[in-house]
């Protein structure tokens, strides 16, 4: 494990509600290795309906004591987000916008705290793939830009092969207060269009991959404070773990790795990161 006691990496990106919700040691497990990796805080990502509602549901469970096991109090803070991905597109938004809706309005947890709902999202576009019609994704994507400037949530958009269509509808909608780049694949330019369109850029163990050279040069360019890191868990572990499940302990690889790109001390970076992931959900806590 890459990490190191006293630090405070924040994992901007995961997915643990399939692998973990109901799996209470093993979600004790996991969560012990982040906070053994310096590990503070994690965002658990929704991409459906059921995927949203497990991610709130988990991310409750977390703030509980005792209710994952193990020493509560070291183990990191979760927050969520409800969304739909560009793959489900075609299921439509209304059901989760409904969820959303009930969620922000039945949680007795404050806003912004440990375990609320503090995004929405993911959602976008994704040309690689095409699961769903390109002009149903863009209604979607759309549609959900509103609803985060309806909440005041943070808005958290994947973009793949579409960083043309992306931009040219975030201009359209117009961004919310808030908005996240996630698992960013471009290059320079395309971090600096994100940038001056105000979002945050959110690196993962891309940056760790041989062939990603523009995305190395992007994070070395990235305004320190526009700058997040995450693991996408399960997806996308980073060197030396990849081609194993990924797991919010590695976000301590990711930031190490961006940590010897910039030029800066491990604690520096994970110091920065964590601040701007604070201001880029608003989190408290």
């Known amino acids: 494990m890459s990490g190191r006691a006293g630090l405070a990496w924040t994992d901007s990106h995961c997915h643990l509600q399939d692998e973990y919700l109901g799996e209470r040691a093993q979600l004790a497990e996991v969560l012990g290795r982040a906070a053994d990796a310096g590990v503070g805080r994690l965002v658990c990502i929704g991409t459906d309906l059921e995927a949203s509602r497990r991610a709130a549901e988990l991310a409750v469970a977390a703030a509980a004591p005792g209710v994952v096991g193990g020493a509560t109090d070291r183990l990191p803070r979760m927050w969520a987000t409800v969304g739909l991905h560009p793959h489900e597109a075609k299921e439509g938004v209304e059901p989760v916008a409904a969820l959303l809706e009930e969620l922000l309005t039945a949680s007795p947890v404050p806003r912004g705290a440990p375990g609320s709902v503090v995004g929405v999202g993911e959602c976008g576009l994704d040309y690689h793939y095409d699961h769903s019609p390109r002009d149903v994704q863009r209604e979607a994507f759309a549609a959900q830009i509103a609803l985060a400037k309806r909440h005041d949530l943070t808005l958290v958009v994947h973009t793949r092969e579409a960083w043309d269509d992306t931009f040219d509808?975030?201009?359209?909608e117009g961004l919310?207060?808030?908005t996240i780049i996630h698992c960013f694949?471009?290059?320079p330019d395309e971090a600096r269009r994100c940038v001056e369109l105000g979002a945050?850029?959110?690196f993962s163990g891309i940056v760790t991959?041989?062939?990603?050279t523009g995305v190395r040069e992007a994070?070395?360019?990235c305004p320190a404070d526009r700058l997040l890191v995450e693991t996408d868990t399960p997806f996308l572990a980073p060197v030396p773990h990849r081609g194993r499940p990924n797991e919010p302990a590695y976000v301590s690889v990711v930031g190490e790795a961006l940590a010897t790109l910039r030029g800066v001390p491990a604690a520096e970076l994970a110091a920065l990161t964590s601040d701007n992931a604070?201001?880029?959900f608003a989190l408290a806590g």
Not at 209 to 212: G, H, L
């Open 169 to 172: 509808l975030l201009g359209a």
């Open 185 to 187: 694949t471009g290059g």
């Open 219 to 221: 994070a070395v360019t």
């Open 209 to 212: 991959f041989k062939n990603a």
């Open 200 to 202: 945050f850029v959110s």
């Open 176 to 178: 919310p207060a808030r």
């Open 278 to 280: 604070a201001r880029a």
